[in-house]
């Protein structure tokens, strides 16, 4: 079993719609966890992170952690075209390894 | 803050050639990753560096891999006798302290062993 767990799609939604990406993990003991968005070719960009449970917003996007149930979601509001990309979830321990989804591929339609 | 930054963007080799990658992390991270990232899966870890101790190895990392970080500051990672198999991204990253312990990636070398 991988650390990290991710469904890799592809997802596709037309332009306006609310995204909900989801991965589960493993570890109890992941305190942190991120997700990166990743253009093709491109290295992943800090979306979100957060430190142990609950939810946090930054504009458009809102990232939840449920440290019971191991389950870590990214919502994005009013999807914009210019969000297609892949969507990487991470999650690390107080140690120094980060564990990686394998990414979920987003198609947003204009 | 002028970001991870990772040279070249691209390394087009034949099989058997050495060759390596540099990455000049954030100024102010002492700590610098180095990941491989094939197409369709997440990055997946290969070293790590404390200022210019390296301190955790994968074991996917063969003998042929080899990264140094001499000063703490800039690093670079060397395939040796490359393969068709080593063919990927390279991302490199750093990582601030608490309470910003946040990881940010370069932009990768993108390796074509023909």
């Known amino acids: 079993q991988k650390e990290v767990e991710q469904d890799p799609g592809p997802l596709s939604v037309p332009e306006g719609a609310i995204v909900s990406l989801n991965c589960t993990y493993s570890?109890?003991?992941?305190?942190?966890f991120m997700w990166y968005r990743q253009y093709s070719r491109k290295g992943p960009e800090l979306l979100m992170y957060?430190?142990?449970?609950g939810n946090k917003e930054d504009g458009r996007f809102t990232a939840q952690v449920d440290k019971s149930s191991k389950y870590i979601s990214l919502f994005i509001r009013d999807s914009q075209p210019s969000d297609s990309a892949t969507y990487l979830c991470?999650?690390?321990?107080?140690?120094?390894?980060?564990?990686f989804g394998t990414g979920t591929s987003l198609t947003v339609i204009p | 803050d002028t970001g991870v930054s990772q040279n070249p963007r691209h390394k087009i080799t034949k099989r058997g050639q050495n060759v390596t990658f540099r990455c000049d992390p954030i100024s102010e991270h002492n700590r610098l990753y180095w990941y491989r990232q094939t197409l369709g899966q997440g990055p997946e870890f290969l070293t790590y560096?404390?200022?210019?101790?390296?301190?955790?190895k994968s074991r996917l990392l063969s003998d042929r891999f080899s990264a140094e970080r001499p000063k703490g500051s800039f690093s670079t990672l060397e395939i040796q006798r490359t393969e068709q198999g080593d063919s990927a991204m390279y991302l490199c990253?750093?990582?601030?302290?608490?309470?910003?312990?946040?990881?940010?990636f370069g932009s990768g070398t993108q390796l074509s062993v023909l």
């Open positions: 990253a750093s990582r601030g302290e608490w309470p910003s312990e946040k990881l940010f």
């Open positions: 991470a999650a690390s321990n107080t140690g120094n390894q980060f564990y």
């Open positions: 570890n109890s003991a992941f305190q942190y």
């Open positions: 560096f404390q200022n210019e101790a390296q301190l955790e």
């Open positions: 957060t430190y142990s449970s």
